[in-house]
T-cell receptor
């Protein structure tokens, strides 16, 4: 069964304190792994798509990496505005529906 | 980037009434759209896949007669919550991928409150 697990559930950081969020997955042939940011009361905002192990993508203070079993979202010198819930999702290669499997999310709070 | 809109952003209705939520892809055509439901502090739960020109595909446990989905055009899908009850109160979000692509772009969500 396809499954996505994110850890930790919640993370509190001081401004400038770098850290990483983890997304572990089991899927029958990974077609894509997606990171989204969600602010309270809003829809998820697309961040990154990763397709193959070893791939990395960056956007401002965020960097996403991918291995055959997990993905990390590295946050370098975070700011309070980075506070949000970060969602990881995978798309199975056996899917013909485009259905994403979501993790439970990591809620990040960055204190000034 | 691809933009998806939803209308209304918030709706409050009385128990027993029906509510329609619109999802539009503003700058691209979407043959497929997805409808999700999200409970407080929980992740997204896929309700159904909306297909332009054909019937929607519902996830197990989702009542198709209660949550009516119509994909009227390549840029519009609607979700109608029929005979709404307080337990239907939730945050409903739609998404759509660019044609031929895998990345889904999400709408801003609709907060439904049933009194």
């Amino acid at each position: 069964e396809d499954q996505v697990t994110q850890s930790p559930e919640a993370l509190r950081l001081q401004e400038g304190e770098s850290s990483s969020l983890n997304c572990s997955y089991t899927v029958s042939g990974l077609r894509g792994l997606f990171w989204y940011r969600q602010d309270p009361g809003k829809g998820p905002e697309f961040l990154f798509t990763l397709y193959s192990a070893g791939e990395e993508k960056e956007k401002e203070r965020l960097k996403a990496t991918l291995t055959k079993k997990e993905s990390f979202l590295h946050i370098t010198a975070p700011k309070p505005e980075d506070s949000a819930t970060y969602l990881c999702a995978v798309l199975s290669g056996s899917s013909n529906t485009g259905k994403l499997i979501f993790g439970q999310g990591t809620t990040l709070q960055v204190k000034p | 980037g691809a933009v998806v809109s939803q209308h209304p952003s918030r709706v409050i209705c009385k128990s027993g009434t029906s509510v329609k939520i619109e999802c539009r892809s503003l700058d691209f055509q979407a043959t497929t759209m997805f409808w999700y439901r999200q409970f407080p502090k929980k992740s997204l739960m896929l309700m159904a896949t909306s297909n332009e020109g054909s019937k929607a595909t519902y996830e197990q446990g989702v009542e198709k007669d209660k949550f009516l989905i119509n994909h009227a055009s390549l840029t519009l899908s609607t979700l109608t919550v029929t005979s709404a009850h307080p337990e239907d109160s939730s945050f409903y979000i739609c998404s759509a991928p660019l044609t031929g692509a895998d990345t889904q772009y999400f709408g801003p969500g609709t907060r439904l409150t049933v009194l």
